[in-house]
């Protein structure tokens, strides 16, 4: 598990939920996340679904603040048809893979994987895996954060 004292409070937040609908003996799904519970994240949340063999990725909802930074609505789109040709790309998919291997939440604060508003110097993100059945990672639920050059969330 990772340490969440280095996140933000709203990543952390969604952090705690996630931990705290965790059913016993496997991770939580879909069926388990009640966005009620966590309305002021609501707008940086994306919903990822995952596709195994070959393994591909397809956003499923995207939350206004994302669209808005992003430029776009990429919801319903396949991930690698949104992000062809970006030379990031790469790092960006291997962040969604090793979330899906591994069955574990990962975190990261950096420069933008792939092109985003030109205010947007730095993002935090958090991948939480789901899975329907407990076991299978078939969903990754993510929160967003955008800043600009001063550190100021967008």
Known sequence: M??????HPKVRQLHDYWLSIHPAGGLPGRQHFDPHQVPRLLSGLRLVEVQPVPFRLRYRLIGSKIDHVIGRNFTGRWVDEVHAGDPNYPA??????STVAQRQPSWRRGPPRVRHHDKCSILEVIRLPLASDGQTVNMVLSLTLFFDHKGQEI
């Open 2 to 7: 990772i340490d969440n004292a280095q996140f």
């Open 92 to 97: 960006l998919l291997e962040d969604y893979r």
